[in-house]
């Protein structure tokens, strides 16, 4: 099993629809779980992040993460055409020298 | 302010060649990493660097690989004797401190060996 999973999609949604985009992880050593937006051709941007379980809300996002069942997810409401992009879950223990471990990312369009 | 930027964005190189892949961090930042992106993969580390040094090299993909930093600044990733499979986008990022503090991440170097 790979450290990190994510469905790479593409997952097509109308404009204004409610996404949800989620990874899952199989070290129980990671503490932090950061969320990147790719577009295409560019460098990945944090969007948020979360220490240990629970929830995050930074305006039309929302991150989640369940450490009991390694699963992590980011919601997107009220979804615009600008939010078409790949979306990148990277867990991490928190040791800088550990860097940040990315999943394969999920590919999001949303349709105007 | 500006931010992360490498060079070249693209290089193309025939196979056996060296490259040096070049990073420019945001100013004051210590800490300073490399990715490497894969098509259709996820984003792979490859090594970290707090001030100019790098506790950690085992990430680096084979020996053919090196990496440097000058103090705080520019840092470099060469590849000797360049293979196909080395073909990738070639990712920097830097950050305040090391640790899972927000990293700002370079546009890219996107390597074709032919």
């Known amino acids: 099993q790979k450290e990190v999973e994510q469905d790479p999609g593409p997952l097509s949604v109308p404009e204004g629809a409610i996404v949800s985009l989620n990874c899952t992880y199989s070290?129980?050593?990671?503490?932090?779980f950061m969320w990147y937006r790719q577009y295409s051709r560019k460098g990945p941007e944090l969007l948020m992040y979360?220490?240990?379980?629970g929830n995050k809300e930074d305006g039309r996002f929302t991150a989640q993460v369940d450490k009991s069942s390694k699963y992590i997810s980011l919601f997107i409401r009220d979804s615009q055409p600008s939010d078409s992009a790949t979306y990148l879950c990277?867990?991490?223990?928190?040791?800088?020298?550990?860097?940040?471990?990315f999943g394969k990312g999920t590919h999001l369009i949303i349709q105007p | 302010g500006a931010g992360v930027s490498q060079s070249p964005s693209n290089k193309v190189t025939e196979k056996g060649k060296d490259v040096e892949l070049r990073c420019d961090p945001i100013?004051?930042?210590?800490?300073l990493y490399w990715y490497r992106q894969r098509l259709g993969q996820g984003l792979e580390f490859l090594i970290y660097?707090?001030?100019?040094?790098?506790?950690?090299k085992s990430g680096l993909p084979s020996d053919r690989f090196s990496a440097e930093r000058t103090g705080e600044s520019v840092s470099t990733l060469t590849i000797q004797r360049t293979q196909q499979e080395d073909s990738a986008v070639y990712l920097c990022?830097?950050?305040?401190?090391?640790?899972?503090?927000?990293?700002?991440f370079g546009p890219g170097t996107r390597l074709t060996v032919t």
């Open positions: 990022a830097s950050s305040l401190i090391g640790g899972p503090y927000e990293q700002y």
């Open positions: 070290n129980s050593a990671f503490q932090y």
């Open positions: 979360t220490y240990s379980s």
């Open positions: 990277a867990p991490t223990t928190g040791g800088g020298a550990d860097g940040l471990t």
């Open positions: 100013s004051g930042h210590t800490a």
């Open positions: 660097f707090q001030g100019n040094s790098a506790p950690d």
